[in-house]
């Protein structure tokens, strides 16, 4: 039995770390909401991108000419992975589960034979996955100290990664990263980058509205690939960072529910044990005065 | 039927309004867009977006550069920024030109990649300084 002492620390000990997380819990709630409205804000600008890329891919495609960027360059034998985490944790398995998707990535990869690298951006990512594939990271970016992401931060990574592949560092990129679905919910998404989505049926159908082009397709395409790459990585990136709020808040919100339980438990257990020794201190004295 | 001027940047919607005619800095010359224009996507190069309402201009934004998408009933521009016309400053502007101008004398001219972007850039550069004063004739 801990003395009265030890129990009264631990519950102070307890009440300060409940503060803090509920304190955290607060701020991430308040950076949660501002993140949820840049990522709204971006939407605009993706969905008309996305429109145009549709309608121009869909011409493109079967053009033996077209860019790499869009259909490839032919092979598939060297396998990007973009990992996108938060650079801060005290997020539950939010930075856990990106890492443990892209072990599992890397493993069914070179099972099919295939060589494989890993960009990765935030720094919890790169912390947890350069323990074991160290060899295969070939790139790393995070935004530590930064308050928001700006779409110069997606373009810059863009370019990175472009540059990389017309050095032929790799053959097919895929972006793996949390996609928010709601505050309690983010899920592990891959999303292929280069080549770009084969059009669906959806592109095919807006592409039969037939849009008239300038300069032409093929420039046009030269310079809206670069762009829809950036605007893809932006659009995960701010995905990422209301996922880690989100993430964030709800495991504070847990702890400091288990604190309170924990606080619960241990003053029982301090009160029972103040009770006894005023019980046992009263046993003394009545069997002191009985003896007498 | 009226036509949707949308102005759209990665980060935000900057603009969305109904307008009679915009004109707007295609790469290949100014294209003017009236409701009911044929679907179109264009590139766009760094000049003028001209807001008309009742024949006159009513508006001038200047734009870097990017793309637009027209339909018969809206007109998306999607550039990184703009600014009012009004609002472009003379000193800035001229600082531009001068740092794109180092900037394209220092790439490398075989890099066609390299060298396209350096190009874009002293063009969208040059535009906002000759945006500050247009020549074109403004009213209509």
Redesign the interface.
Known sequence: MPSLKTLRNRINSVKSTQKITSAMKMVAAAKLRRAQA?AE??R???K??G??MG??AAAEAANPNAPALLVGNGRDKTHLLLAITADRGLAGAFNGNISKHVRLQVQALEAQGKTVKIFTLGRKGNDSLRRDLDSKIIGTKNFVGKKTI??AD?EAIAQTIIGLF?DESFDVCTLVFNRFHSVMTQTVTETPLIPAAAPTANDNAAAE???????DDG??LE??LP?NL??QI?AALLENSAGFYASQMTAMDSATRNAGDMIKKLSLTYNRARQANITKELIEIISGAEAV | MPLVL?I??????LLSREVDMVVVP???GD?GVLPGH??????LRGGLVDIYENNTITDRFFVPGG?A?VTESYC?V?A?GIIRQSDLDPAKAAEGVTAAKAAYDATDMNNA?AYRLATDRLISAQAMVDSISPQRADKA
Do not use: C, H, W
């Open positions: 840049q804000a971006s605009p600008y993706a008309r991108m429109e145009m309608a121009l700006d779409f997606a017309r509205q037939n849009y008239e082009v300038e300069p420039t046009l310079r809206l762009r950036a605007v932006y | 949308e759209i940047s990665p980060e935000k919607l295609g790469t290949e294209i044929s679907k179109l996507i264009t590139g793309f998408e998306a999607l990184d990649e």
